[in-house]
């Protein structure tokens, strides 16, 4: 999921650190994601994205919990999230490597399915092991609360986000032995307070930034097999067609001069 040219997750991005609250037995972590979030409007500038306001508020705060629920999990993992919501009917997909900080994402709000509930789909590879995926319905329109859904029937362990500032959002989430009842009683005033009211030990620092990776190479392999089936069907009477990354949507633009090329030196 990440791109091949090695990047210093130091060197860029919004840092993120997590904290054990002792006397709880449950992990904190809280970030203010202005940069995230500019970063991502600068990404949908530069590639004439088109995203409506009600959907955009909605990638923000998946986004949010996506490098919350990231910060918390092992370094060699990948995830990637679907948020299907039937009202409004779209498609969050966000998806990142825990290994450089990266994370991108994008909405799909064209040709989504209708369907009886909303679903929230995370797909987990860590190290070398096999892909896992998980799948649960959830209600409401809020992405904190699906993501809260799945953690309590998919990771089996609690978690809940918060948002304590206009673009700054908190995740306590529960560890063995946690303390359930100051858990489920938290509100966002109680965890804004929590650095100065509860004992923390830090845990880790990581950064995170907004990167995809796809470029032009990426492209010519995702297009080369439907080439190969069907050039002129897939170029018609054009010498150039465009194709958006399945991840971000960022635009690219390829010809059939260099896909020719691609597919005679691929053989």
Not at 121 to 136: E, H, L, N, T, Y
Not at 137 to 159: H, I, K, M
Request: aromatic share 12%; net charge negative; glycine share 4%.
């Amino acid at each position: 999921m990440s791109d091949s040219t090695p990047v210093n997750p130091a060197s860029s991005g919004l840092e993120v650190t997590t904290w054990f609250v002792r006397s709880r037995n449950a992990l904190y972590t809280r970030a203010d994601f202005g940069p995230l979030y500019v970063d991502y409007f600068l990404h949908l500038s530069d590639h004439a994205i088109k995203v409506s306001p009600e959907h955009a508020e909605l990638f923000k705060r998946a986004l949010a919990a996506y490098v919350l629920h990231a910060v918390s999990r092992p370094w060699n993992e990948l995830t990637a999230w679907t948020i299907n919501f039937q009202n409004p009917l779209v498609n969050l997909f966000l998806t990142g490597d825990n290994a450089d900080g990266s994370v991108t994402g994008r909405v799909f709000d064209e040709n989504v399915k209708e369907l009886p509930a909303n679903l929230f789909f995370a797909d987990v590879i860590r190290g070398k092991q096999p892909k896992r995926r998980s799948s649960v319905e959830f209600n409401g329109a809020d992405p904190l609360l699906a993501v809260e859904t799945y953690y309590r029937q998919s990771e089996q362990r609690p978690a809940r986000f918060f948002q304590t500032g206009e673009e700054e959002f908190a995740l306590v989430a529960a560890h063995p032995d946690f303390d359930e009842a100051w858990f489920e009683a938290l509100t966002v005033e109680q965890v804004a307070r929590i650095p100065g009211a509860e004992p923390l030990g830090q845990l880790e620092k990581r950064v995170y930034r907004w990167h995809c990776g796809c470029n032009q190479r990426r492209m010519l392999e995702v297009l080369a097999p439907v080439f190969r089936q069907d050039a002129a069907g897939l170029f018609g009477d054009d010498e150039k067609i465009e194709i958006r990354c399945p991840r971000c949507a960022a635009r690219h633009a390829v010809t059939r001069e260099a896909l020719e090329a691609f597919v005679a030196d691929s053989k």
